[in-house]
């Protein structure tokens, strides 16, 4: 019998048995389902996650310390001020890199207050942040005029300020064309001090959302606002000449972090080469990234397999109602044996209808498990815009997976075929006399 012929008898027995078939898919439906679900959901999550940890720490380089005897069996010398980086290392770090690697510093200046027109007082806190703390927060203090303070400002320690939406709102009103503006804020233990408004960042919700749970309102929040740090250390000394865990900023995209942590490790060598116990070394946080990925993706096919156990029970189902189908057939069987239809067109016809019978579950099953794809990052979206720090960085983006799909249809038409073999070797061994007999 013609291949196209046996395709046509399968899908009209599937469709003069619609509750059987569907019933028997439900195995396949089911398992292909979970597959697809688990496939997509797992590697939509490891992407997101890639991408939002490669966005935050991407260009951050870390520091930690090491002894440097490892060998040494010697209880070992606690860490002390002395082996920490100095500020004078840092200055020295960012004069010879000359802008390729910035230093992530921000020192606390003290908390201000301004009376605006009304005769209100207004609360700022005010921190000196260099450009690298700049450039590593950039996704909290998301900019809405102006810009950021710049190195420039920085090293000629100018009296600039970036203040939030909601200081504009508190001290000038709503709608204010803040920007450009001087202010006199009154610090503590500092005294009044000038600035000028140079930009304007976002508040997150969850920073006026957190105060408010300490019964804050908003009207009384102390808004952050951040002063070039060469300004701020000018104002008020630090309380330590050492940064014991400094931040290092990679500024040109192109520049690999591995790279990166190479050079920073061989300048910092070289001002420890004499070092006794401890020295700093670094990393990037894509380290963890790749640790991360890689359980998530064991995570993944292990769930998958699990899942796929399912089209087992699935494959047993269709043995089960192609042996019913041979039953109810036998006549059918005996009148093609009795004209002439050999046992391989017998075998290859039923082992078609298996396949069939299968090939339309998955299909079914991957429809759903796109579905589910689509309702979980509907679902993840929603829940995310809860937390509007994370939402504008963090996008839930699940993408189905063609080779999952391809893969799925391929295995569960295997698993169709694999299972109809024994009811098709039946079917084909029937002796034609005693077909057409059987009532």
Same mark, same amino acid.
């Given at each position: 019998m013609h291949f196209l012929e046996n395709i046509r008898l399968a899908l009209a027995s599937l469709k003069a048995n619609k509750l059987r078939s569907?019933?028997?898919?439900l195995g396949i439906i089911i398992g292909i389902c979970s597959v697809v679900t688990i496939t997509t959901i797992g590697n939509s999550l490891k992407d997101t996650l890639n991408s939002a940890l490669n966005m935050l720490t991407g260009q951050t380089i870390n520091t930690y310390y090491d002894y440097v005897h490892e060998d040494d069996l010697e209880v070992k010398e606690q860490l002390s001020e002395k082996d920490y980086i100095s500020t004078e290392m840092l200055d020295e770090f960012e004069e010879h890199f000359d802008g390729k690697y910035l230093v992530s510093r921000t020192s606390s200046v003290g908390h201000g207050t301004l009376t605006n027109s009304e005769g209100k007082e207004v609360n700022i806190a005010v921190f000196g942040a260099s450009e690298g703390f700049i450039r590593e927060n950039?996704?909290?203090?998301?900019?809405?005029?102006?810009?950021?303070?710049?190195?420039?400002?920085?090293?000629?320690?100018?009296?600039?300020?970036?203040?939030?939406d909601l200081f504009v709102e508190q001290y000038f009103g709503k709608n204010y064309k803040a920007l450009g503006n001087?202010?006199?804020?009154?610090?503590?233990?500092?005294?009044?001090?000038?600035?000028?408004?140079? /930009?304007?960042?976002?508040?997150?919700?969850?920073?006026i959302k957190y105060n408010a749970e300490k019964g804050k309102s908003r009207d009384q929040l102390a808004t952050p606002a951040f002063i070039p740090y060469y300004t701020a250390t000018s104002l008020k000394e630090p309380a330590s000449d050492h940064d014991i865990y400094p931040t290092f900023v990679i500024c040109d995209n192109k520049t690999d972090s591995k790279k990166a942590i190479d050079e920073i490790q061989a300048f910092f060598d070289s001002k420890y080469r004499n070092a006794k116990y401890w020295k700093p070394m670094f990393y990037n946080m894509s380290e963890e990234m790749d640790e991360t990925?890689?359980?998530?993706?064991?995570?993944?096919?292990?769930l998958t397999v699990i899942a796929a156990i399912s089209l087992l029970v699935g494959g047993? /189902?269709?043995?089960?109602?192609?042996?019913?189908?041979i039953t109810e057939r036998t006549r059918e069987i005996g009148i093609r044996k009795a004209l002439g239809a050999k046992n391989g067109a017998?075998?290859?016809q039923f082992l078609i209808e298996s396949a069939i019978l299968c090939l339309v579950g998955g299909g079914i099953g991957v429809l759903f498990g796109m579905l589910n794809g689509f309702l979980v990052e509907v679902i993840g979206n929603m829940i995310l815009k809860s937390f509007p720090e994370y939402a504008e960085f963090v996008v839930l983006d699940i993408r189905v997976s063609i080779t999952a799909i391809i893969a799925s249809l391929i295995f569960s038409t295997i698993i169709g075929v694999f299972f109809g073999i024994y009811p098709a070797n039946k079917a084909a061994k029937l002796d034609p006399i005693d077909a057409l007999r059987y009532e």
């Open positions: 569907v019933l028997t898919m950039k996704y909290f203090y998301k900019l809405l005029e102006g810009r950021y303070p710049t190195i420039e400002d920085n090293n000629g320690k100018k009296h600039t300020i970036l203040v939030s001087d202010i006199n804020i009154s610090i503590n233990g500092v005294g009044n001090i000038d600035f000028t408004i140079v /930009g304007i960042f976002s508040l997150s919700d969850s920073y990925m890689m359980i998530m993706n064991i995570l993944t096919i292990v047993i /189902g269709v043995m089960n109602i192609m042996m019913v189908s017998i075998r290859v």
